[in-house]
């Protein structure tokens, strides 16, 4: 196993598409924050906004699942489904006598490590990097700390889940196109089901799932029932998910 994931992570480093993900998102993070901070660009309304760290409210952008998705996606249509069309490393890894559910758990765990350095991690550091930059590190005090804690580790809870939904696809299409098209389809019906649907009971399935907790773990104030629920819905979905992936991949017809 602990070889498996040595492999997969040098293959993420070899990864054309992983660096310039990493560049574009830096550029395009350290741009959103530097117009906001020298108020060019006026966004208001953010849970950022509410919490008292409007100088952080380009991270809203990068907290929507209609634009990570955009990001999540594309790494794995290069990065896990050309495995399927290009050089046989799957058929090899198996052949190699390895357990597919190890190759799976592998693939999952550095393409998940890789989703989050580009969606989360990046744009956190370059934003506390230019608020301290611009005389703003004031903003940054215990109380925002902790809210800034928590808020981002229930999302990478989320997140996880996400990742895991993402390969499935991947998996599934065996092709770059399909896996970006696929996602982003997922995405916004979720969209469209949280801002247009007001049945009673596909509202109520709605918040019980990773796409409504998306949004909610970044309120300023959660209760400890909500954050409890919020675990509770990462982790369950997370089990769910993986095991769903495990049977699915190890049933899969490789070529």
């Known amino acids: 196993m602990s070889n498996l994931i040595r492999a997969e992570l040098y293959k993420l480093q070899r ?41 952080l409210n380009a991270l809203s952008t990068f907290t929507l699942p209609l634009f990570f998705n955009l990001i999540v996606s594309t790494l794995a249509g290069f990065y896990i489904s050309n495995e399927f069309s290009h050089h046989n490393v799957i058929k090899n890894q198996m052949i190699s006598g390895n357990k597919r559910s190890h190759i799976f758990l592998a693939k999952f765990i550095v393409f998940t490590l890789g989703s989050l350095i580009v969606t989360i991690l990046i744009p956190l550091v370059i934003a506390i990097i230019l608020v301290m930059l611009f005389g703003h590190g004031d903003v940054l005090n215990f109380t925002n700390l902790l809210y800034l804690g928590r808020a981002f580790s229930l999302f990478t809870a989320q997140f996880l889940c996400f990742t895991a939904i993402v390969l499935l696809i991947a998996i599934v299409t065996e ?16 969209f469209v089901i949280e801002k247009f649907l007001t049945y009673p009971f596909i509202k109520m399935l709605y918040e019980n799932t990773i796409f409504h907790q998306f949004s909610e773990v970044f309120k300023f104030q959660m209760t400890n029932g909500e954050i409890i629920k919020s675990i509770l819905i990462a982790s369950v979905s997370l089990i769910i998910i993986m095991l769903c992936g495990v049977l699915l991949f190890n049933r899969k017809e490789i070529k």
């Open 175 to 190: 092709d770059s196109g399909k896996t970006i098209i696929f996602t982003l389809l997922l995405s916004i019906v979720m």
């Open 15 to 55: 990864n054309k598409t992983f660096w310039v993900l990493i560049g574009t998102i830096t550029g395009l993070s350290a741009l959103l924050h530097f117009l906001i901070l020298i108020e060019w660009w006026q966004l208001s309304g953010t849970s950022f906004d509410s919490a008292g760290l409007s100088e």
